[in-house]
C-alpha cells in the first residue's frame, strides 16, 4: 500500500506553481511588459477622484445635477425666494417600473412654459427620472398663494380619449420640491350622483350608470418650514372634471406655509414605513435566521469534528498498526484522493471567470450596504444606483485579484486571455439584458429608457477605471499565487473516480441550495416589496445581518457537500462546491416567480420583461456571489485537512 502511494506521489510539489514562477509570464516566450501594480493603481485612483464628481454628481461636480439653485442644492432658503417644482415621470399604478416622461402628459402644464431640462446622473437615469421643471407653479419660500392659475385648454378627442385611458388605469406621477418626492393620482372613476331624482328608478330599469373618468385640476401644496428649510410637503389634489372631448379645463394651485419644530435630519422619516419594515415578522426572520444558521454550524462542526479527529487518528497511526489493520479496514474516504484533490478543475477558464465574477460581486455588495448604512440614499434619488456603480468600480481589482490568483495557482495557460475574459463577463450579461430592455422602452417612449449621453459615460467609465482596475488586480494576484503551494502533491496519473448513481451529483447540488434559501426567503419579500413597490428600503442593518447569517449557511452547506463527495472519492470537489451554493439563486428565482403572480397585479410587455429582466440578472448575481463564496469556503476547508495528514 505505501510503496503503491509512493510510487503514484512522485514528482514536484505543486509543479503548477514551480512552472510559472514569473507573474507576468503567460507560458510563451513572449512577454507583456506592464508598469508595476502600484503605478497603475495610483494613476486610476488620480481618474476616480476626478471623473467621479462629473459623471455621478453633475456636469460640475457640484451635485446640482445640471439644474436648481444653489439654495436648493444647499437647503436653505431665503424669504420670498422661489422653489422649484421638478415633474419626473408617471404610470400606471400596478406597474411601478412602466413610467414615462411627465411632459407627456395630455395637458397643458409644460407645454410653451420653457421649462428647464435637469441633466440626469447615471443613477438617476438608471432609475428612469426624467426632471423638468414647471415654471407655470411659482412657489414663493414662507409665501402662501391663493389660487393661481396655472393654465387652461379644451381638450380635443385624442387628449379625452389619451386621458380617459389613464385615468382608467389609475395613472399616477412623481413631483420633486427641495428633493422631497410627492406623488398624485392623474384623476379617478367617480360614481354617478345618486341624490338625483329619478335616478333609483332610472338604475331599476336600466342598471347601475357607469363610472365617470375625471381628471383632477387643482393641487394644494402645504409646506411645512423649520427656520430656512422645508421639512414636508403635501400635495392634495381637488377639483374633480370629468373627461371628454371639448371640455374646458384650468388648472389651478394654492399653497400653504407652516410653521414645525421637526430638524431637517428627520424630514425623510414621514416616507418610511417602520409599521411594515420593523414589524415582528421581519425580527422574527432574523431570529429565525441566526437560530438556522447556529444550527447548522453547531451541527456540521460537531459532525467533522468527530470524523476527522476520528480519520486524523486512524492515518496518524504508527506504520505497524497501519500494516496490521490493512487486511482489516476498509482502504477508502477522502484520504485516498489527496493526489488528485488539487488537480485542475475542468473548464479552468469559465471556472476562474464566475468565480472572479463572484469575489467582485461579493465585496461589492458588502460595499453598497454598508454605504448605504453610513448614507441614508433613500434621500436623494438615484443615489443608491450611484453608489453601486461606483463601488461596483472600485471594487473592480478585488475580481482581477481573485480570478488572477485562480487561474495562476491552478497552472492555467494564456493568462490575458482569462483577464480580459474576467473583465468582460458581467458587462456583457449586462449588455444583453439592458440592450433588449431598453430597446423595449425606447418602443415604449419610457422614461426608463437609459439616455445615450450616460451610456456613454458609463462605458467611459468601463474603458478608463475598471478594465486598469482589474488589470492591477490579475497581476497582484498572479504575483501572490506564484508563491503558494499546495498542500499536497499532484499525481501524475489521475485517480480512476468510483461510479455513482446519476442522481447522486444533481441531488446534492440542488438539495443544498434550498438550506440557504430558507435562511432569505423573508428577507427578499421585503426587498422584493421594495423594489418593485412604493416603499423606501431602509433598514441595511437588517439587511446585513442577514447576508452574515446566509455567508455562514453556505460556507458549512458548501463543506458538507464537499466533505460528502471526497467521502466518495471524487476530487472534483471545486465545480460541486460552486454549484451547491449558486443553486440558491435558482431557488430565489422561482420565488420570484411566485411573488409575481401572488403579491403583484402588474401587466403589460414592458412591466413583465423589466420584471422578469432584471429579477433573472439579480439572482444571477446572485448565484455568483453564493458560488464564489461556497467554494472560497470549500478551499479553505479542504487546504486544512489535507495540510494536516500524512500524504506519503
Known amino acids: 500500500m505505501r510503496s503503491r502511494t509512493a ?64 439654495s436648493q442644492h444647499l437647503h436653505v432658503y431665503d424669504p420670498n425666494e422661489v422653489v422649484t417644482v421638478w415633474t419626473d415621470k408617471m404610470g400606471p399604478y400596478h406597474n411601478p417600473h412602466e413610467t414615462y416622461p411627465y411632459e407627456n402628459l395630455p395637458i397643458c402644464e409644460l407645454q410653451d412654459a420653457g421649462g428647464i431640462r435637469k441633466e440626469p446622473t447615471i443613477g438617476e437615469a438608471l432609475e428612469g427620472h426624467n426632471f423638468i421643471s414647471s415654471p407655470r407653479i411659482n412657489i414663493k419660500f414662507s409665501v402662501g398663494q391663493p389660487s393661481t392659475d396655472v393654465c387652461s385648454m379644451k381638450l380635443n378627442e385624442e387628449q379625452a380619449e389619451e386621458l380617459v385611458r389613464m385615468v382608467e388605469e389609475n395613472y399616477w406621477y412623481q413631483i420633486y420640491i427641495d428633493d422631497l418626492p410627492n406623488w398624485g393620482f392623474l384623476g379617478e372613476m367617480v360614481e354617478p350622483d345618486e341624490g338625483k331624482e329619478g335616478a333609483d328608478e332610472k338604475d331599476d330599469d336600466e342598471g347601475a350608470a357607469p ?27 381637488s377639483d374633480l372634471v370629468p373627461i371628454k372631448a371639448g371640455a374646458e379645463l384650468k388648472f389651478t394651485y394654492s399653497v400653504e406655509w407652516h410653521e414645525t419644530d421637526v430638524p431637517f435630519k428627520n424630514r425623510f422619516e414621514k416616507y418610511l414605513e417602520f409599521s411594515f419594515f420593523e414589524h415582528k415578522v421581519h425580527w422574527f426572520s432574523i431570529v429565525n435566521s441566526f437560530m438556522l444558521c447556529l444550527f447548522l454550524c453547531a451541527i456540521v462542526s460537531v459532525i467533522l469534528a468527530r470524523v476527522l479527529r476520528r480519520d486524523f487518528a486512524k492515518y496518524a497511526a504508527s506504520e505497524a498498526d497501519e ?90 495557460k494564456g493568462w490575458k486571455k482569462a483577464m480580459f475574459a474576467q473583465v468582460l463577463f458581467i458587462p456583457s450579461v449586462v449588455l444583453v439584458i439592458f440592450a433588449f430592455l431598453n430597446t423595449t422602452a425606447l418602443v415604449y417612449t419610457s422614461s426608463m429608457a437609459v439616455p445615450a449621453k450616460n451610456i456613454a459615460t458609463v462605458v467611459l467609465l468601463f474603458l478608463v477605471l475598471c478594465i486598469p482596475l482589474h488589470t492591477v488586480g490579475t497581476l497582484l494576484g498572479r504575483r501572490h499565487a506564484s508563491k503558494a503551494a499546495f498542500p499536497c502533491r499532484i499525481h501524475h496519473l489521475k485517480r480512476p473516480i468510483p461510479p455513482k448513481h446519476w442522481a447522486f451529483l444533481p441531488c446534492m447540488i440542488s438539495g443544498a441550495g434550498l438550506i440557504p434559501f430558507g435562511c432569505v426567503f423573508i428577507e427578499m419579500y421585503f426587498l422584493f416589496s421594495s423594489f418593485w413597490g412604493y416603499k423606501f428600503y431602509y433598514v441595511y442593518g437588517f439587511m446585513l445581518a442577514i447576508l452574515l447569517l446566509f455567508s455562514c449557511v453556505l460556507v458549512c452547506v458548501s463543506i458538507t457537500s464537499v466533505y460528502i463527495l471526497l467521502n466518495a472519492e471524487d476530487y472534483r470537489w471545486a465545480w460541486v462546491s460552486f454549484l451547491s451554493c449558486a443553486s440558491t439563486g435558482v431557488y430565489v428565482f422561482l420565488y420570484s416567480i411566485y411573488y409575481y403572480h401572488n403579491s403583484t397585479k402588474m401587466r403589460g410587455f414592458l412591466q413583465f420583461m423589466y420584471y422578469f429582466g432584471s429579477t433573472a440578472f439579480f439572482c444571477f448575481c446572485l448565484s455568483l456571489f453564493c458560488g464564489s463564496l461556497g467554494y472560497l469556503g470549500a478551499f479553505r476547508f479542504v487546504s486544512l485537512i489535507y495540510k494536516n495528514i500524512k500524504a506519503e
Request: proline fraction near 4%; include cysteine; charge should be neutral.
Open 323 to 412: 500494516l496490521e489493520s490493512m487486511d482489516r479496514a476498509d482502504e477508502s474516504g477522502w484520504k485516498q484522493v489527496h493526489g488528485d484533490v488539487f488537480r485542475k478543475p475542468s473548464h479552468l477558464l469559465t471556472f476562474s471567470v464566475l468565480y472572479s465574477s463572484g469575489c467582485h460581486l461579493m465585496t461589492m455588495i458588502v460595499g453598497v450596504i454598508l454605504l448605504a448604512i453610513a448614507n441614508s440614499y433613500y434621500t436623494r434619488a438615484g443615489s443608491s444606483s450611484s453608489a453601486a456603480v461606483l463601488v461596483y468600480i472600485v471594487t473592480q481589482s478585488v475580481g482581477g485579484y481573485a480570478g488572477g490568483y485562480t487561474f495562476k495557482l491552478y497552472g492555467g
Open 7 to 70: 510510487a503514484a506521489s512522485q514528482g514536484p510539489r505543486n509543479d503548477h506553481t514551480a512552472a510559472n514562477r514569473d507573474a507576468y509570464d503567460d507560458g510563451s516566450s513572449n512577454k507583456w511588459r506592464v508598469p508595476r501594480p502600484r503605478y497603475m493603481m495610483m494613476c486610476v485612483v488620480m481618474l476616480v477622484s476626478w471623473v467621479w464628481p462629473r459623471v455621478a454628481c453633475g456636469s460640475d461636480g457640484s451635485d446640482e445635477g445640471g439644474g436648481g439653485s444653489r
Open 211 to 237: 363610472s365617470v373618468p375625471s381628471i383632477f385640476t387643482h393641487r394644494e401644496f402645504v409646506i411645512y418650514r423649520n427656520g430656512p428649510q422645508i421639512i414636508s410637503v403635501d400635495m392634495e389634489p
